[in-house]
């Protein structure tokens, strides 16, 4: 019911941010890695030239970063085994890779300070390359609440995922809607009241 409601306001939300960034800003001596992204960075959605299976973190963090697979197995990595519902009967899966948590703390969550549990008013939109989009709340993820080891996955039963990006694993999810695939944008955001 929350999720519905939130809908339009992310589908505006990513609207005002694809609009906000209009070019690429190069990055000196850059090595493959995490790539620190100005405000001039294209939206992976509608641009065609991003790398084939990067995505973009960006929304309330201090520096909007351009990740991929490879970049991803840098950071620490869980195993986790999971057991869903899907479209197409019932799916069993172990998927490794970064804790979401983890990606996010890279590019830095502008919570503020001054206000009591600020980070409990935030979310993260994960948006596939086919539109498809999800929301974990960040609360979830933070690990004074529920602490959810909620995953970028780098591969799936042992297949790597470096070609078609990372997947978002949601362990303890009963239906598998929240399991994004080809995930182009990781946003942190926040509805507005």
């Known amino acids: ?108 969550p502008t919570f503020d300070p001054a206000i009591k549990n600020d980070k409990l008013r935030y979310f993260v939109s994960v948006s596939a390359s086919d539109g498809y989009r999800a929301l974990v709340a960040y609360c979830e993820i933070d690990p004074s609440f529920e602490a959810k080891d909620v995953l970028l996955a780098t591969s799936e039963d042992g297949r790597s995922l470096a070609a078609d990006g990372p997947r978002l694993v949601v362990p303890g999810d009963i239906a598998g809607g929240r399991y994004v695939t080809n995930i182009i944008r990781v946003s942190l955001g926040k509805p507005e009241s």
Do not use: N
């Open 1 to 108: 019911m929350i999720c519905r409601r939130l809908l339009p306001l992310l589908a505006a939300f990513a609207v005002l941010i694809g609009a906000a960034f209009t070019g690429p800003v190069a990055i000196a001596g850059a090595e493959p890695g995490p790539h620190v992204l100005h405000q001039h960075t294209p939206d992976p959605q509608t641009h065609p030239e991003r790398r084939v299976g990067s995505f973009v973190v960006a929304g309330a963090v201090a520096h909007r970063l351009r990740l991929d697979v490879a970049d991803l197995r840098g950071l620490p990595s869980r195993t986790v085994e999971v057991t869903f519902k899907s479209g197409s009967g019932v799916e069993h899966h172990v998927y490794v890779g970064p804790r979401l948590l983890d990606v996010l703390a890279t590019a830095g």
